[in-house]
């Protein structure tokens, strides 16, 4: 196997450690591996610079797999990359969504053994990416409220920060256009909008549940349940990922989404950036390869 540039986040705590030790012991009994740790993305950059054609490999999770996919679109070296994950982060939702182990030792067999398959990206009108899931409303929301109390939580941050947005959720009014088509005005205020390459959000909450980053396109989810009752149904759905059954739910698939009104925010990777007024989003098929277990 070809040497690998494994990067990892220099701010990891002792167990993620200990996880790193597990998958680098079965990465080098194929591989050459260079293990780089990262603070920040002029550090990010340095690595990448001196990559010299290698594999990555991202030992961390969705904040992780965005910054370097992001690096490595920024300095136009996507399409000739291929990164391959091992999840050591709170939520994982990429790796949850595409079936890579969460196990440390298997993932990095997934690494070493599995072939390698072409994934989509979404690029904003900005240039901005996202790998996994933008959303917009309640969900970015909650995300914003667990930014906060996941550091001190850990996983059950998530659950707690969509607890309080559920409480008070923001009721936003949009246009929202998918391939030219109009989805929402903004007559009917909605409570989220996601749009997904990958299918989860949240540690695991299947938010755009068909969504796949190999089929091309991206999975729309428009949520209109704004009403008491209705929340608490849609909730109910979203737990068990057939939220988008309901008839005050639009769910299809596209390759540009547009958003226009009223100030909203986004949750992109769980990154949070806003107010915004204005954004499109569009799907690179094909733009990287990640080694990934074959679909079922």
Partial sequence: MEPLLLITNADAGSADRENLETALAVLRSSADVEVAETSNPGELDGVLHRRGGRQVVVAGGDGSLHAVVAALHRRNELSDTVVGLIPLGTGNDFARGVGIPLDPEESARVVVNARIHPVDLIVDCL?????????????????????KLKKVFGRLGYVLGAAKAAVKPPFVRVCIEADG??????????????????????????????????????????SFSIGPLARVGYVVRFRSGRHPERADVVYLRATRVTVTGQDFYCSADGEIYGPERHRTWSVEPAAFRMPLPDEP
């Fill in 127 to 147: 240039g901005e990416v996202v790998v996994n899931n933008v959303h917009i409303g309640a969900g970015a929301q909650a995300s914003r409220n667990a930014t």
């Fill in 181 to 222: 088509e109009q989805v929402a005005d903004f007559a009917h205020p909605i409570l989220m909008m996601s749009v997904g390459n990958g299918s989860r959000v949240g540690g695991g909450a299947e938010i755009t549940p068909d969504a796949s980053p190999r089929d091309g396109r991206m999975d729309l989810m428009v």
